[in-house]
Nanobody, 122 residues
Framework: VQLQASGGGLVQAGGSLRLSCVVS????????MGWFRQAAGKEREFVAS????????YYADTVKGRFTISRAFAENTIYLQMNSLRTEDTAVYYC????????????????WGQGTQVTVSS
């Protein structure tokens, strides 16, 4: 499976961006999906995830209430809508896929996209 993330860019604090991750190679509903981010000089951190069915979603406390993860099955695409962006949201954002629910629940993902840069200016 291949993951292609896009939608990053430069935005002012308080603004919004929507990231997309296109899944190719297999039907996206086969996979449980997640978004992670890595800021310069910091470790990669979990942002949000969504189950293969789209029923269950989870968020890091730092983004809860501001970010929304969703999936469009017909488009084999996962989205991350980011609102009320803060300077501390600046990072490279990665989408990831997990084939097993047990791995998904442990936030262990098997496949990773190339990342898209999000920069939030003050």
């Amino acid at each position: 499976v291949q993951l292609q993330a896009s939608g990053g860019g430069l935005v002012q604090a308080g603004g919004s961006l929507r990231l997309s991750c296109v899944v190719s190679g297999r039907t996206s509903s086969t996979y449980h999906m997640g978004w992670f981010r890595q800021a310069a000089g910091k470790e990669r951190e979990f942002v949000a995830s969504i189950s293969g069915s789209g029923i269950n979603s989870y968020y890091a406390d730092t983004v809860k209430g501001r970010f929304t993860i969703s999936r469009a099955f017909a488009e084999n695409t996962i989205y991350l809508q980011m609102n009320s962006l803060r300077t501390e949201d600046t990072a490279v954002y990665y989408c990831a896929a997990a084939g097993l629910m047990s791995k998904f629940q442990r936030r262990q993902f098997d496949y990773w996209g190339q990342g898209t840069q999000v920069t939030v200016s003050s």
